[in-house]
């Protein structure tokens, strides 16, 4: 299983510092193009997002995250840190192991 990471340059710099493969993208178009990548190459089991850039495909996310059993994609801050109003990954933990 691989890593995918998709977002801003610097978020894309530092996980590639790490040796995992990443997609820097701008825009949505570019981001609907990494998302498919990520879709179509079977070796690939986890898609990180920036939070922000998966605002922009917010209805492809969702198509991943409620119809397709693979990847997991995880959004993630980016190096400026979390969107204000999202919930944090405890709060998100929280509220699926109530349901």
């Known amino acids: 299983m691989q890593i995918f990471v998709i977002g801003d340059h610097t978020t ?6 790490g040796g995992i493969t990443t997609r ?3 825009g949505r178009e570019k981001t609907v193009t990494a998302l ?3 879709v179509e ?9 920036t939070e922000k850039i998966a605002a922009l495909v917010r209805p492809e996310m969702d198509k ?17 840190g979390s ?3 999202r919930p944090s990954a405890g709060e998100l933990m929280m509220s699926l192991m109530r349901q």
């Open 83 to 85: 969107l204000p109003d």
């Open 41 to 49: 190459n079977q070796k690939i089991g986890l898609v990180l997002i």
């Open 12 to 17: 894309c710099l530092a996980f590639a510092l």
């Open 64 to 80: 991943i995250l409620y119809t397709m059993h693979r990847p997991l994609v995880v959004e993630i801050p980016d190096t400026i």
């Open 24 to 26: 820097t993208v701008k």
């Open 36 to 38: 498919q990548f990520a």
